[in-house]
T-cell receptor, first 114, second 116 residues
């Protein structure tokens, strides 16, 4: 399976934008790029996903490099509630469990300072 | 409110005493799955279910059983728990399995099991 590489931790100030990078140099043509986050004492929460084009939703934006070997999750204005571990995950488009199972790596622990 | 509900949230028990962790979703999702989360190992899939009466092993199924008799429920059964099953467990669901598999997964808040 294609793997992702993320920094272990990042820090941000409240109300400022945050750019969380993810490298996935062995991504295949059928892999979607998904982002989840896990707040303390909670289950993982879906944030956003994309294939080739940049994506926006109410929570965040996802910028995908043209060669798809890296991506960046953008939180436009970090709040204290955004302090969490952020996971970048590749998901196969294929049939069955391969397209559903999530393989979580270490993720990036985001700390937000008031 | 759309949600995945797990019970209990916390349980301390002893080796060999059978236990069941329940998972229920109210979103009419076809796909359901169980994960365990351990420090340094991330989340690992235990079992999954593509639909009612269709279950299969994930990456770490040893010591666990599941059943899917109804679409909304997917209980995790530990027939004879052992200390190495002490972990944080999460149930997840998504709308479809199969080729529609790239849909967001919804997770419960977790069940912390301690087996002494």
């Amino acid at each position: 399976d294609a793997k992702t590489t993320q920094p272990n931790s990042m820090e941000s100030n409240e109300e400022e934008p945050v750019h969380l990078p993810c490298n996935h140099s062995t991504i295949s043509g059928t892999d979607y790029i998904h982002w989840y986050r896990q707040l303390p004492s909670q289950g993982p929460e879906y944030v956003i996903h994309g294939l080739t084009s940049n994506v926006n939703n109410r929570m965040a934006s996802l910028a995908i490099a043209e060669d798809r070997k890296s991506s960046t999750l953008i939180l436009h204005r970090a709040t204290l509630r955004d302090a969490a571990v952020y996971y970048c995950i590749l998901r196969d488009r294929g049939w069955g469990n391969a397209g559903n199972m999530l393989t979580f790596g270490g993720g990036t622990r985001l700390m937000v300072k008031p | 409110e759309a949600q995945v509900t797990q019970n209990p949230r916390y349980l301390i028990t002893v080796t060999g005493k059978k236990l069941t962790v329940t998972c229920s979703q109210n979103m009419n999702h076809e796909y359901m799955s169980w994960y365990r989360q351990d420090p340094g190992l991330g989340l690992r899939q235990i079992y999954y279910s593509m639909n009612v009466e269709v279950t299969d092993k994930g990456d770490v199924p040893e010591g666990y059983k599941v059943s899917r008799k109804e679409k909304r429920n997917f209980p995790l059964i530990l027939e004879s728990p052992s200390p190495n099953q002490t972990s944080l467990y999460f149930c997840a669901s998504s709308l479809r399995g199969g080729v529609f598999g790239n849909q967001p997964q919804h997770f419960g808040d977790g069940t912390r099991l301690s087996i002494l």
